[in-house]
């Protein structure tokens, strides 16, 4: 079956405007996440959805950076007031959602880079 | 604070070569360590480990964890040039229902032909 996919690939902004990414989930997938990239680094956590609601926000920066996944399906990030720090690589995995360990495993979607000019 | 410590950091070798990457973690939640590969921008998973002392293994990579000293290991033998890549190493941090993954920087591995 499909992978994760996100959408777009690339996108390039300007520094003050707002961005969306979209992530569509591996079908039957309840938990999604959402992880950012820098440069030489691992990816870093944002934020985890189970089913429709925001179940950790924690890795959230500040309040520029909100998501939504209305019907516990496609997520969509959202960027306000981009600044230059913001850009990255912005990942998007999603699970199974299960107690148990084969729900631990999360597949990942090819990433959309982000660059704030 | 939790963490993901991995090393080297980068390595090169010649193909035909075996390689080790570690990995040594600090997570006070620990449910499970996972390793992934990342060619370009999507980290491939390759193995998830909860137990201590059980190898997994999948084809020349293979992988154990050892939850007493904190620690894992990924070896690959017989390196190809198609290893080239990042080696990620990532511990899940289990809170509440399911938890975030906290990652290492990466071992970038360059295998020469």
């Known amino acids: 079956g499909a992978g994760v996919s996100q959408t777009p690939s690339n996108k390039v902004t300007e520094k003050g405007k707002y961005v969306e990414l979209r992530c569509d989930p591996i079908?039957?997938?309840?938990?999604l996440y959402w992880y950012r990239q820098s440069l030489g680094q691992g990816p870093e956590f944002l934020i985890y959805?189970?089913?429709?609601?925001?179940?950790?926000d924690s890795g959230l920066p500040n309040d520029r950076f909100f998501a939504v996944r209305p019907e516990g399906s496609v997520s969509t990030l959202k960027i306000q007031r981009t600044e230059r720090g913001d850009s990255a690589v912005y990942l998007c995995?999603?699970?199974?959602?299960?107690?148990?360990?084969?729900?631990?495993?999360?597949?990942f979607g090819p990433g959309t880079r982000l660059t704030v000019l | 604070e939790d963490k993901v410590v991995q090393s080297p950091l980068s390595l090169v070798v010649h193909e035909g070569d075996t390689v080790t990457l570690n990995c040594s973690y600090e997570?006070?939640?620990?449910?499970?360590l996972l390793w992934y590969k990342q060619e370009k921008k999507a980290p491939t998973f390759l193995f998830m480990l909860?137990?201590?002392?059980i190898e997994k293994k999948s084809g020349r990579l293979s992988s154990i964890l050892d939850k007493k000293e904190l620690f894992s290991i990924l070896n690959i033998t017989a390196t190809q040039t198609g290893d080239s890549a990042i080696y990620l190493c990532?511990?899940?941090?289990?809170?509440?229902?399911?938890?975030?993954?906290?990652f290492g920087k990466g071992t970038k591995l360059s295998v020469k032909p």
């Open positions: 995995a999603s699970s199974y959602g299960l107690a148990g360990p084969q729900g631990d495993t999360q597949y």
């Open positions: 079908s039957g997938h309840t938990a």
């Open positions: 959805f189970q089913g429709t609601g925001a179940a950790d």
């Open positions: 997570v006070t939640n620990f449910r499970s």
């Open positions: 909860t137990s201590s002392g």
């Open positions: 990532a511990v899940l941090n289990y809170g509440g229902s399911q938890g975030n993954l906290i």
